[in-house]
């Protein structure tokens, strides 16, 4: 029998991403299309990645990392997801829908308080039937403190519970864009495109570490660059290498990179997580009134003023791609809907 330092000798890493075992929750590959009205717009070729039409509860990014989460987990006989987030969390609402889709529970950790309404996200949480507990205002590490309790507490009640942490971004989770950057590797190849540079929304940076990996497994050179619109890890380059290499070690390989060699950049933060941005507010409409495809004000909107504000500078060769992340769903939250509707911007 080999032992496990044999592990990376032996193991061929695509295939063991292949062979993670899957919920079958998201309907993969999801398109890449161009966008003829943008490209004239910007003065460069632009395609985009859409995630955001993919699987359950109209998905967005974290169904990937959900899919191999909850396939492993079911795989390992569980029976209840706890996972967490903010109150309008993507993450949560993905994970809540996808385990109801596969006939499991779920529990929901959030911040914030019981709002009078569930609306948008929070909606969706309630409809598809997750026990919803919610912390106060509190920060992220008191959340996945709080994961690790409300699973305690549930093995003790004779459940078999498994943990999902903030985002998703377990390195397992993160593999699910590991698989995603494969799925792209071969559409850009179908298609007949050398695309400079990929552009993607980013906070808990488990998209980022799973397409770093895939980069790794296919051999191509494509620049990923990320806009954190969250900023929270103290030192983001080292949170991110980490996670990468541990998703890598997962399946028997690793990421040859340095911490500087990740490009992040906080430029679309403005006022912080979750605010509404001017450039953001633009860049939605941008893209709504080019394309028709709808962005968000607290990750996909900020992301793409990024892209957008890049893309004006001349800071990207064309052909380039917009990995489209979802969470067009917080349009339909009062608060982002005004900001949006504000005609005074
Ligand atoms: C719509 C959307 N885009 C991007 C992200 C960022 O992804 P990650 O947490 O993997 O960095 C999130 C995270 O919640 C999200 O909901």
Redesign the pocket.
Known sequence: MPGASDYRRIVDPRRALDDLPSAGVGHFPTPLQFLPRLSDELDIEVWIKRDDVQGVALA???LRKFDLVIGQALEDGKDLLVTTGAAQS??ARTGAAAAAAVGIGSVLLLSGHPPATPTANALIDHLVGAEIRFAGDVGWDYLNAGVRDIVSEFHRRGHKPFAAPV?C?SPLGSLGFARAFLELDSQLTEAGIESSCLVH????????AGLLVGRELSGRSIQIIAVDVGAIYEDPHGALLDLARASAERIGTTVDLAPEDLIITTDQLGDGYAIPSNAGTEAIRLLATTEAILL?PV??GKGFAGFVDMARRGALDGPVVFWH???YHALFHPPFASSLSNETD
Do not use: E, P, R, V
Request: glycine share 28%; charged share 10%.
């Open positions: 967005g990014n974290k993507n993450s985002g971004s929304t980013s906070t808990s940076g488990g998209t980022h968000d990750y996909s992340t979802g969470g």
